[in-house]
């Protein structure tokens, strides 16, 4: 339901659930955040049986082969995630965490948070680039939101 009168913290119409993206009503400084939970899902043929955990072996090495120890993660398996203009992720118009993966993990929570100026009109969205070699899935519970600061 929406409040009575416009205030702080009114919903707006920004925001669009089929299409994951928030357009912005009007021109200004958006403050923007997300939190993802990821996992592997629940139907992956590498998830251990009842539970959704990330079980990133095996990973492909390129170059030299060095034995992985107990809980170590792959070389080059992360996750990056951003936050991008126009689904145009170019450096100094998004905003982006990278963070690499744990092999031992059963859900991974990782933030992105940062303020970006849109114009009117313009769409902001979450992109998830994932280096595992492995499917991951975003889980119930994460969230993504942004407030207008200012004109």
């Avoid at 492909?60 to 992720?89: D, Y």
């Avoid at 994932?130 to 119930?140: E, F």
Wanted: glycine share 10%.
């Amino acid at each position: 339901s929406q409040p009575e009168r416009e205030g702080m913290f009114h919903r707006g119409p920004g925001l669009n659930l089929t299409s994951g993206q928030y357009t912005a009503p009007l021109a200004g400084y958006y403050a923007f955040s997300t939190t993802l939970h990821i996992g592997e899902p629940s139907d992956s043929p590498t998830a251990l049986p009842g539970k959704s955990g990330m079980a990133l072996t095996p990973c492909s090495v390129t170059g030299r082969r060095e034995p992985r120890r107990k809980g170590q993660a792959c070389r080059g398996s992360r996750l990056r995630v951003l936050i991008c203009v126009q689904s145009r992720c170019q450096q100094n118009s998004n905003l982006e965490t990278i963070s690499r993966l744990e092999s031992s993990s059963d859900l991974f929570t990782i933030s992105v948070t940062g303020t970006l100026y849109l114009q009117a009109g313009q769409y902001a969205s979450v992109f998830v680039d994932n280096t595992a070699g492995s499917p991951l899935t975003v889980q119930r519970g994460s969230d993504f939101s942004a407030v207008l600061l200012g004109v």
